[in-house]
C-alpha cells in the first residue's frame, strides 16, 4: 500500500540550513507536496512538485525529488525561529483519492 | 476573506455522548475532508467528500459520521462508538475534484477532550 516516511526531529541553529526528508512508495505519484503546521493550528502549503520535475526553488525553500529511489527532501536555507513547526510531506498518486501524509517533522530551530 | 472556518476551537465529550464538529467553507471548493491528528502519528483520513450527497470512508472511519447536504458545509459527528476520540481534527478542501494536483486548503482544527 502507499506509504510516506520522515524522520520524526530535526533540530538546527538559527542562520544554518535544514533539510527534511521523505521516502515515498507509490511510484505512480503525480504530485508531492510539502505543508507547514505551527502549534494548535491546521496545514499551510508551502510548495509542491510535479513528478516529472528533479527541483524547485521558491526563495529560501528548495525541493529535490530523486524519482528512482522516492525520495524528496525540502532545504530551507538560512532558517529562522519562525520556521520552527511541524513539516509534513503528503503524495497524490494516479490511483488516489486523497493525500496520503507523512508523520510529521517537527523543526526545531535555536538562536 | 475566504477560507475554512472550524468550530469550536475545543470540544469536550462525555462518556457516552455523541458530538458533532463543524466545518464550513466560502471558496466555492467540490471536495472536502476530514483528518484525524494524534502526536507523532500524521495525519489520518477519516472521510471525504467530492461531491454534494455524496461521501466515502477514509482510512479510519469507524465511530464517525458525517453529511454533505450543502457545497459549503461537511459535519463530522464523533459517536460513542468511537472509544478513543481524544485527538485533534482538521478539516480541508480543494477546487480540484478531478485534478491531479490537490492543493489542500485546511482550518485551524478542533482538539476534542473526553470529560
Known amino acids: 500500500g502507499e506509504d510516506v516516511e520522515q524522520s520524526l526531529f530535526l533540530s538546527v541553529r538559527e542562520g544554518d540550513s535544514s533539510v527534511i526528508n521523505c521516502t515515498y512508495t507509490?511510484?505512480?505519484?503525480?504530485?508531492l507536496y510539502w505543508y507547514k503546521q505551527e502549534p494548535g493550528a491546521g496545514l499551510q502549503l508551502l510548495t509542491y512538485?510535479?513528478?516529472?520535475?528533479d527541483m524547485k526553488q521558491d526563495q529560501r525553500l528548495t525541493v529535490l525529488l530523486n524519482k528512482k529511489d522516492k525520495h524528496l527532501s525540502l532545504r530551507i536555507a538560512d532558517t529562522q525561529t519562525g520556521d520552527s513547526a511541524i513539516y509534513f510531506c503528503?503524495?497524490?498518486?494516479?490511483?488516489?483519492?486523497?493525500?496520503?501524509f507523512g508523520k510529521g517533522t517537527t523543526l526545531s530551530v535555536s538562536s | 476573506d475566504g477560507g475554512i472556518t472550524q468550530s469550536p476551537k475545543y470540544l469536550f465529550r462525555k462518556e457516552g455522548q455523541n458530538v458533532t464538529l463543524s466545518c464550513e467553507q466560502n471558496?466555492?471548493?467540490?471536495?472536502m475532508y476530514w483528518y484525524r491528528q494524534d502526536p507523532g502519528q500524521g495525519l489520518r483520513l477519516i472521510y471525504y467528500?467530492?461531491?454534494?450527497?455524496?461521501?466515502q470512508k477514509g482510512d479510519i472511519a469507524e465511530g464517525y459520521s458525517v453529511s454533505r447536504e450543502k457545497k459549503e458545509s461537511f459535519p463530522l459527528t464523533v459517536t460513542s462508538a468511537q472509544k478513543n476520540p481524544t485527538a485533534f481534527y482538521l478539516c480541508?478542501?480543494?477546487?480540484?475534484?478531478?485534478?491531479?494536483?490537490?492543493?489542500?486548503?485546511f482550518g485551524s482544527g478542533t482538539q476534542l477532550s473526553v470529560l
Open positions: 512538485i510535479f513528478s516529472n520535475m
Open positions: 467528500s467530492q461531491i454534494v450527497n455524496d461521501f
Open positions: 480541508a478542501s480543494t477546487a480540484a475534484r478531478d485534478s491531479l494536483n490537490e492543493k489542500l486548503f
Open positions: 503528503a503524495e497524490r498518486s494516479q490511483a488516489g483519492t486523497a493525500l496520503i
Open positions: 471558496l466555492n471548493h467540490d471536495a
Open positions: 507509490d511510484s505512480s505519484s503525480t504530485y
